[in-house]
């Protein structure tokens, strides 16, 4: 499977209208009833059902009953575990809801190489650590593309990201989605987050109006429900253009306090900015790029961040 198409990998089947007014509420619907469906957009085109992923997802969360698992264990909830390491490729299946319900070997070395990812003490059994960060919301891009990762796993050490724009570009150009009628705050909120990631490449990000011109769409789209995927990146490398989702469904918040389960539109968006600038995810905690959500707000670009900005980037070119 190529780059594009590890990296469109998940579906979206509808897309939501979303009314958001940052003055009088903290965080916004759909949760209020504002949000409309409609069937997918052609320009965000993937391989996986948003439904398929929300059955692994509820079937994670009810397994209520937690017990450790170890190899040549048998339980139902091993094939939903194989689901979504693969979804976020730590197993090599192309095919879905094809997972025997064994603890195989192969499915040993996946756990393996998460916990690896995920600093936690590498046991090669399904623990209670392993567990409690599986079911932590995150983003949708995989922590492996094509066997590379820049995780602490490091199963390759071609980490040969190749961006997606037409080679000597210098300016990208981004939009909201027009049906998601996104309020000013939002689009400000856009505009500092590609600020802040502009200043540390030789790139320059534009807002326009023109969605079906742009280079770089950023949409909400009714995904998988609370938690699970909160978002992610998808490239299309034939047309030129990366596509930003961000589920309807969560609790958003626009520069606020937020509760549990609350998600922080800043931090998510300064996190698949990055995948759009085709950084990878990263082990350490406290980066924008670690890919699952943490209950500290992350907003500013730490230095692992940049150490890896860097290393794609000539600042010096500016
Ligand atoms: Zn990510």
Same mark, same amino acid.
């Not at 192309?94 to 319900?101: E, I, L, P, R």
């Not at 429900?225 to 909160?230: E, F, M, P, S, Y």
């Given at each position: 499977m190529g780059l594009s198409a590890q990296r469109s990998f998940l579906l979206i089947l509808t897309l939501s209208s979303l009314f958001v007014d940052v003055s009088v509420s903290r965080s916004f619907p759909p949760a209020v009833g504002l949000a409309i469906a409609r069937q997918i957009p052609l320009? *965000? =085109?993937?391989?996986?059902s948003s439904k398929w992923i929300s059955r692994i997802w509820n079937k994670l969360k009810s397994f209520i009953t937690f017990k450790e698992l170890k190899l040549g264990d048998r339980e139902e909830v091993l094939s939903y575990l194989k689901e979504y390491l693969n979804i976020f490729g730590y197993l090599n299946s192309?095919?879905?809801?094809?997972?025997?319900?064994y603890f195989t070997l192969d499915f040993q070395s996946a756990i393996i190489t998460y916990q690896k990812n995920f600093n *936690?003490?590498?046991?090669?059994n399904f623990d209670r650590n392993t567990s409690n960060m599986i079911s932590q919301p995150r983003c949708g891009?995989?922590?492996?593309i094509n066997d590379t990762t820049?995780?602490?796993?490091?199963?390759?050490?071609?980490?040969?990201?190749?961006?997606?724009?037409?080679?000597?570009?210098?300016e990208l150009i981004y939009a909201a989605?027009?049906?998601?009628?996104?309020t000013n705050g939002v689009r400000l909120l856009f505009r500092d987050v590609f600020d802040r990631w502009s200043k540390v490449t030789s790139l320059k990000f534009t807002e326009t109006t023109s969605f079906n011109g742009s280079d770089v769409r950023i949409a909400f789209v009714a995904f998988d429900? =609370?938690?699970?995927?909160?978002g992610g990146a998808a490239t299309d490398y034939s047309l030129g253009v990366e596509s930003v989702y961000l589920d309807s469904e969560e609790e958003w918040v626009v520069r606020g306090e937020s509760d549990e389960g609350d998600v922080d539109l800043e931090f998510v968006m300064m996190h698949v900015v990055g995948h759009v600038l085709v950084l990878g995810h990263s082990s350490?905690?406290?980066?924008?790029?670690?890919p699952v959500v943490l209950k500290e707000k992350k907003t500013e670009l730490v230095f692992n961040d940049l150490q890896r900005i860097h290393q794609i980037y000539d600042v010096t070119s500016k």
């Open positions: 320009w *965000l =085109r993937s391989i996986r192309t095919s879905q809801s094809n997972f025997s319900d *936690l003490n590498v046991t090669g891009v995989p922590d492996i820049t995780m602490n796993s490091g199963v390759s050490n071609t980490t040969t990201f190749k961006p997606w724009w037409k080679e000597g570009k210098k989605d027009p049906e998601n009628n996104v429900g =609370r938690g699970g995927t909160v350490v905690e406290e980066a924008v790029m670690y």
